[in-house]
């Protein structure tokens, strides 16, 4: 197989991560015998020293150009103070996945079996192993909706968002969740707020429909206050779990906290059309830049996302999700997920400890 990747180190520790996750690409190419191009795009804080703005032109055009996006991290306390949105590194980003129109999020939580003592839920529960993965639809409702703001007679200020959501959007970010969840478990968890929001009845509604279409998948309504407790009491029930963009950014976030660390956490996002964009959900960490200190397994993790979703590559996703696993089953910690005492391995010999193990 031939693949074009386009590869968006940004600021910070992104170049530390994207580079190893670079190499563990060679990696299997060689041993699969797969070619990959890189192209590097340059975005976020780097652009803003670089050319003046984070999200140069011609941007979207050299990603569209390829068959997939690797990002690392953008932004950091440099350009944190700008106002213009063409000065602030964060803004490239909305503006690429609107660009490449990527209206899916794909976050999973599993908690890698060497590292159950890290979450912080009780043993038993962690135990029962978690596995579950959030699909959150990034585009539409009350992030995207109009915004008012406006003085009243008696009551000072007031403002409003309105959260929107079409028969549309819900359908193709519902039809992900099913096809993902026959590649996985073949459970599905819609979480909406029914019992009191328009937008979720039409949420339910139509998930319904599709419920009937993907018959051989399991299926379950999921009120979000609910759905807030169930990911801390009990995570292993839940496998894939849709719901819309607010909701799903305050439940992944949840989700991440319970498999312990940030630096091992990757995601994707996907439209119709390629390519779609992977990344770590980790920042740019401006803390620990350029120490050789970052842990790169989330990134490295999103190239295993990339290779299953994005190039229908389930052995080599798989065959990277492992040598991750033996790795850290080994004993071997990056700092971020050592214990106190413990020896650690910098972001350069962690790269090199998996590509050892593929
Ligand atoms: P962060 O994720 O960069 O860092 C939070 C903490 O986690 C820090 O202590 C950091 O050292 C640690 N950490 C993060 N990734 C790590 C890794 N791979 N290995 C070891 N430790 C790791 O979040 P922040 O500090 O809130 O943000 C820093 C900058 O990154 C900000 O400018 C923010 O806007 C930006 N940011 C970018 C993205 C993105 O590019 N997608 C996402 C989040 C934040």
Known sequence: MNCKIALIRGDGIGPEVVGEAVKVMEAVGEKYGHQFTFVDVLMGGCAIDAVGTSYPEGTAE?????????????????????????KRPENALLSIRKDLELYANLRPASLRPALADACPLKKETAERGIDLMIVRELTGGIYFGRREKYMTEDRGEEAADRMAYSEMEIERIGRRAFELARLRNKKVASVDKANVLETSRLWRKTMHRLAEEYSDVAYEDVLVDNAAMQLVKDPGQFDVVVTENMFGDILSDEASMITGSIGLLPSASIGDHAPGLYEPIHGSAPDIAGQDKA????????????????????????????????????????????????????????????????
């Open 62 to 86: 050299k990603c569209r150009a390829c068959d997939a996006v690797l990002l690392g991290a953008v932004g950091g306390p440099k350009w944190g103070h700008a106002t213009e949105a063409a």
């Open 295 to 358: 842990n790169p397994i989330a990134t490295i993790l999103s190239v295993a996302m990339m290779f299953r979703y994005s190039f229908h590559l389930p052995e080599e996703a798989a065959a990277i999700e492992k040598a991750v696993d033996q790795v850290l089953a080994e004993g071997w910690r990056t700092a971020d997920i050592a214990k106190p005492g413990e020896e650690t391995v910098g972001t350069v010999r962690m790269g090199e400890l998996i590509r050892e193990r593929l």
